[in-house]
């Protein structure tokens, strides 16, 4: 199982970058996806999380800028993210909780997978 994360880049502060995440592989079931960020000299922390269900949830520094969202027939999830500040500035890193088909047939527990992170920079 793999994830492939895309979307980063160099904003001005106001401007808005989306951020996708794929995942990839033998999946059998894929329940929360998440999006978390590491910013230089910062511990990783989580920024927005959507269950299998569709419920969300935020870190309180962009409730009403970010947006996180996914499309369970492309094994998706998304970040868009409005309004952004130079305090957004970090590496994202999606991570799943995804449960694996094996070759054998036979179906794996729940693991958490991440990406390989995506730099956004929020700078005039």
């Known amino acids: 199982v793999q994830l492939q994360a895309s979307g980063g880049g160099l904003v001005q502060p106001g401007g808005s970058l989306r951020l996708s995440c794929a995942a990839s592989?033998?999946?059998?079931?894929?329940?929360?996806m998440d999006w978390y960020r590491q910013a230089p000299g910062k511990q990783r922390e989580l920024v927005a999380g959507?269950?299998?269900?569709?419920?969300?949830n935020y870190v309180d520094s962009v409730k009403g800028r970010f947006t996180i969202s996914r499309d369970n027939a492309k094994n998706s999830v998304y970040l868009q993210m409005n309004s952004l500040k130079p305090e957004d500035t970090a590496i994202y890193y999606c991570h799943a909780a995804i449960r694996q088909r094996y070759s054998d047939d036979t179906i794996g527990t729940f693991r958490g997978h991440w990406g390989q992170g995506t730099q956004v920079t929020v700078s005039s």
């Open positions: 959507i269950s299998g269900s569709g419920r969300t």
């Open positions: 592989g033998s999946i059998f079931e894929i329940d929360t």
